[in-house]
């Protein structure tokens, strides 16, 4: 296990915070596999500064995809994506 440090938006850390939103979608620039900690710091873009509020999350599932895993690649670049929270 270790720990992830990431900046979120203040809208998105209060969805967060409130247990609305239940997932992140990131540049799968890093390393992370499932019991990893994720460290959702908020960053405030209009001050460019941490506002020092910040949420811990165990990441229970990982998926990653390219735009070219599902074969419709035009179709994303055209449409964009959707990320759906399931209850």
């Given at each position: ?15 967060v915070a409130s247990g609305k ?21 908020e960053w405030d873009p209009s ?11 165990k990441i229970s599932y990982v ?25």
């Amino acid at each position: 296990m270790k720990i992830i440090k990431k900046k979120i938006h203040p809208e998105y850390f209060d969805a967060v915070a409130s247990g609305k939103k239940c997932y992140e979608f990131r540049v799968a620039d890093f390393n992370v596999a499932e019991g990893d900690v994720l460290v959702l710091q908020e960053w405030d873009p209009s001050e460019k500064k941490y506002t020092g509020r910040e949420l811990q999350k165990k990441i229970s599932y990982v998926g990653k995809f390219t735009l070219d895993s599902f074969g419709q690649r035009e179709a994303l670049e055209k449409n964009g994506f959707y990320i759906l929270s399931l209850e």
